[in-house]
């Protein structure tokens, strides 16, 4: 099992960016898949990026464009770039980590979009 704490939510104008982080407890060099979801008010929880242990990525089309995931296995920190923000944009975001057989999930980050 692994610890994951989010950053990074806020308060944004539509069109403008966000940068969130997600820290690990301990080591992710050897996580094989990590990622984030989002949940906005009234809906389910849904895919936004993930990024494998190689650096391969995978992007809902909802972020194709304006997304990038990235992960730096030196600081065990997870990230999303977020770019062109849409206050569809608006909802909780939930990092992840498949730690074979479980997932870890952290609590989440808040962002809104919002003039």
């Known amino acids: 099992q692994v610890q994951l704490v989010e950053s990074g939510g806020g308060l944004v104008q539509p069109g403008g960016s966000l940068k969130l982080s997600c820290v690990a407890s301990?080591?992710?060099?050897?996580?094989?898949?990590m990622g984030w979801h989002r949940q906005a008010p009234g809906k389910e929880r849904e895919l936004v990026a993930t990024i494998g242990i190689g650096g391969r990525t995978n992007y809902a089309d909802s972020a194709k464009g304006r997304f990038t995931i990235s992960r730096d296995n030196t600081k065990n920190t997870l990230y999303l770039q977020m770019n062109s923000l849409k206050p569809d944009d608006t909802a909780v975001y939930y990092c992840y980590a498949i730690v074979y057989p479980a997932t870890s999930w952290g609590k989440g980050t808040l962002v809104t979009v919002s003039s």
């Open positions: 301990r080591s992710i060099s050897g996580i094989s898949t």
